[in-house]
């Protein structure tokens, strides 16, 4: 068995956890917060047997795509009046998946 350790973006998580737990994976969520950029992002835990991990890792590698989106920041406060931003292009998506070896598995 393996535990599956996938830091996704809070956007993606839902749609990555419906398609998991329909396609037969038991699934934990945890609420984390990125240590670069101290913003909330989502973490899976999955344990699974060894032959459907790289099922498992497809799921998320589709439905958690790295991806441009168009953005309009806030105004900004500073300066003469409410300054309007031009939209701006950010990278959004992907996942850090992370595949460990589980020594024992105990349910009780
Ligand atoms: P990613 O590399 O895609 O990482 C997304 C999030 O995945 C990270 O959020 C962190 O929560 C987790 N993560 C990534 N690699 C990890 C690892 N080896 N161990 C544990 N958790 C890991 P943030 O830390 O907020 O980073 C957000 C994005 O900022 C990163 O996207 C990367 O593009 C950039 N970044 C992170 N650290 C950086 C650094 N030291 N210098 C430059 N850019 C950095
Ligand atoms: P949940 O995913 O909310 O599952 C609650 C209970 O619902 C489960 O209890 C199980 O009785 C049932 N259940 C879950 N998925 C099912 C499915 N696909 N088909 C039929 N019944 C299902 P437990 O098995 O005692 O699990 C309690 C909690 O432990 C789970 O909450 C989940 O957070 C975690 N968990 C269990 N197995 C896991 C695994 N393989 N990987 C990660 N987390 C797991």
Do not use: H
Not at 75 to 91: D, F, K, R
Request: hydrophobic share 40%.
């Amino acid at each position: 068995m393996k535990l599956i350790l996938a830091i996704v973006s809070s956007d993606d998580s839902r749609d990555v956890l419906d398609r998991l737990t329909k396609a037969g994976y038991r699934a934990t969520v945890i609420s984390t917060t990125g240590g670069f950029l101290r913003e909330g992002n989502t973490t899976l835990l999955l344990g699974a047997e060894d032959e459907k991990v790289a099922q498992a890792v497809d799921v998320v590698r589709q439905t958690c795509r790295r991806r441009t989106q168009w953005v309009s920041p806030l105004p900004t406060l500073e300066g003469p009046g409410l300054e309007m931003s031009e939209p701006i292009e950010v990278s959004v998506g992907g996942a850090v998946v992370f595949v460990l070896g589980v020594e024992q598995f105990i349910q009780t």
